[in-house]
T-cell receptor, first 115, second 110 residues
Framework: EPEVTQTPSHQVTQMGQEVILRCVPISNHLYFYWYRQILGQKVEFLVS????????KSEIFDDQFSVERPDGSNFTLKIRSTKLEDSAMYFCASSLDRGYRQPQHFGDGTRLSIL | RKEVEQDPGPFNVPEGATVAFNCTYSNSASQSFFWYRQDCRKEPKLLMS???SGNEDGRFTAQLNRASQYISLLIRDSKLSDSATYLC???????????FGRGTSLIVHP
């Protein structure tokens, strides 16, 4: 079964540094998403992306965050100047279509630890 | 009021038991509903979509009650491998921002 892959599995970064998290969505999917989950808390939506632009974003997704699809396969999340509170599990997801009834397929996540 | 509420549990049940979880949502404009399963420190995995008429997939049955604004998940004949956290996910029509509940923890013991 095709799957969403994410790299790295664990990223440790000093506060204030930039970090890029990478995702390869399922190849025929058209919609891409980033979520985060702080340890012990719920999964929170960050951003959705389609046709090389952001479709929707949450209040969490401020100017420190950006997303990009630099080529035909990768989908990246950049955090410009990391803060301690950015420590979380970051999940990428993709779906075949955008309809709100479309289920999303999640990658196995990148654990981001900010020191 | 929280948008999507779930009893965090844990629900501790023996193998073979039937267990049910509820999830309430506050936004009456919500249009789509899902149950996801999340194992410890793993990604959410879609368990099933929830349709107005209710739906069943093997041992799992999902129901939607729009009038009372809740969805339910019933697991029959629990297996040890069902131990996980079950996440309720709700989306509004016209917006793709899904709202996750904090999840209900299920522990199935021998």
């Amino acid at each position: 079964e095709p799957e969403v892959t994410q790299t790295p599995s664990h990223q440790v970064t000093q506060m204030g540094q930039e970090v890029i998290l990478r995702c390869v969505p399922i190849s025929n999917h058209l919609y891409f998403y980033w979520y985060r989950q702080i340890l012990g808390q719920k999964v929170e939506f960050l951003v959705s992306f389609y046709n090389n632009e952001i479709s929707e974003k949450s209040e969490i997704f401020d100017d420190q965050f950006s997303v990009e699809r630099p080529d035909g396969s990768n989908f990246t999340l950049k955090i410009r100047s990391t803060k301690l509170e950015d420590s979380a599990m970051y999940f990428c997801a993709s779906s075949l279509d955008r309809g709100y009834r479309q289920p999303q397929h999640f990658g196995d996540g990148t654990r981001l630890s900010i020191l | 009021r929280k948008e999507v509420e779930q009893d965090p549990g844990p629900f501790n049940v023996p193998e073979g038991a039937t267990v049910a979880f509820n999830c309430t949502y506050s936004n009456s404009a919500s249009q789509s509903f899902f149950w996801y399963r999340q194992d410890c420190r793993k990604e959410p995995k879609l368990l099933m979509s929830v349709y107005s008429s209710g739906n069943e997939d093997g041992r799992f049955t999902a129901q939607l009650n729009r009038a009372s604004q809740y969805i339910s998940l019933l697991i029959r004949d629990s297996k040890l491998s069902d131990s996980a956290t079950y996440l309720c996910v709700v989306s509004q029509g016209g917006s793709y921002i899904p709202t996750f509940g904090r999840g209900t923890s299920l522990i199935v013991h021998p």
